[in-house]
C-alpha cells in the first residue's frame, strides 16, 4: 500500500519570498501524484499531478512541482508567494487499481505581509 | 461545467439524530469519495462509489453508510450522531478512478453536532 508523509505540518514565509513545501511518498512502482490546496472553509482544489513524462510539472498559481524518484519525494514549489496562498495544502498518492488516492496530513501555509 | 455540489452546507443536530448529506458530482462523473475532516485526525477518506457500487470503505463504524443514484448523485448516512462525528464533510468526483485521475472537491457539509 502507498502512503504520504508531509513532514512540515506548519511553514510560515513572508510574502515575496520562495516557498518549497515537501512531500514523501512510499510505493513501489511509478505513482500518480498530486497537489491540492484548501482555503479556509472550501473544499480541495487541485494544483497539479505527475503522472508521467517531464519530471516538472506545471501548475495552476504559479506553482510548480518536480517528482524525484530517487527520492521518493514531489515537493511543490513557488518563486514568490502572495498573501493569497495563505492555505493548507495536501499531497497524495494514487496507484492503479487502488481506487483510491492516500492523502498527506498537510501543510498549513502563513504568509506575513 | 458546473462543479461538484453539496447540500445542506452547514448542519447542526444533537446527539442521537441521524443526519443525511447529499452530493452531486460534475456531470459525467461516475466516481464518487466521501471524505471526514477535523483538526484531529486530518483528512480520512469514508468510502467511494462507482457506478452505483460501493468499492472502497474506509475504517469507520456502521453508523456511516452511503448510497450512489443511477445519476451519480451520492448520499452518505450517519446514524445515532455522536459528539466526535463534528466534521467537515467533503464529496469529491473523479472522471475516473480517483487514485489516478484528479479529484473535484464541492464546498463540504459542515456538520456540529450538540
Known amino acids: 500500500a502507498q502512503s504520504v508523509t508531509q513532514p512540515d505540518i506548519h511553514i510560515t514565509v513572508s510574502e515575496g519570498a520562495s516557498l518549497e513545501l515537501r512531500c514523501n511518498y512510499s510505493?513501489?512502482?511509478?505513482?500518480?501524484l498530486f497537489w491540492y490546496v484548501q482555503s479556509p472553509g472550501q473544499g480541495l482544489q487541485l494544483l497539479l499531478k505527475y503522472f508521467s513524462g517531464d519530471t516538472l510539472v506545471q501548475g495552476i498559481k504559479g506553482f510548480e512541482a518536480e517528482f524525484k524518484r530517487s527520492q521518493s519525494s514531489f515537493n511543490l514549489r513557488k518563486p514568490s508567494v502572495h498573501w493569497s496562498d495563505a492555505a493548507e495544502y495536501f499531497c497524495a498518492v494514487g496507484a492503479g487499481g487502488s481506487y483510491i488516492p492516500t492523502f498527506g496530513r498537510g501543510t498549513s501555509l502563513i504568509v506575513h505581509p | 461545467k458546473a462543479g461538484v455540489t453539496q447540500t445542506p452546507r452547514y448542519l447542526i443536530k444533537t446527539r442521537g439524530q441521524q443526519v443525511t448529506l447529499s452530493c452531486s458530482p460534475i456531470s459525467g462523473h461516475r466516481s464518487v469519495s466521501w471524505y471526514q475532516q477535523t483538526p484531529g485526525q486530518g483528512l480520512q477518506f469514508l468510502f467511494e462509489y462507482f457506478s452505483e457500487t460501493q468499492r472502497n470503505k474506509g475504517n469507520f463504524p456502521g453508523r456511516f453508510s452511503g448510497r450512489q443514484f443511477s445519476n451519480s448523485r451520492s448520499e452518505m448516512n450517519v446514524s445515532t450522531l455522536e459528539l466526535g462525528d463534528s466534521a467537515l464533510y467533503l464529496c469529491?468526483?473523479?472522471?475516473?478512478?480517483?487514485?489516478?485521475?484528479?479529484?473535484?472537491f464541492g464546498p463540504g457539509t459542515r456538520l456540529t453536532v450538540t
Open positions: 510505493y513501489g512502482a511509478t505513482p500518480y
Open positions: 469529491a468526483s473523479s472522471p475516473g478512478e480517483a487514485a489516478t485521475y484528479e479529484q473535484y
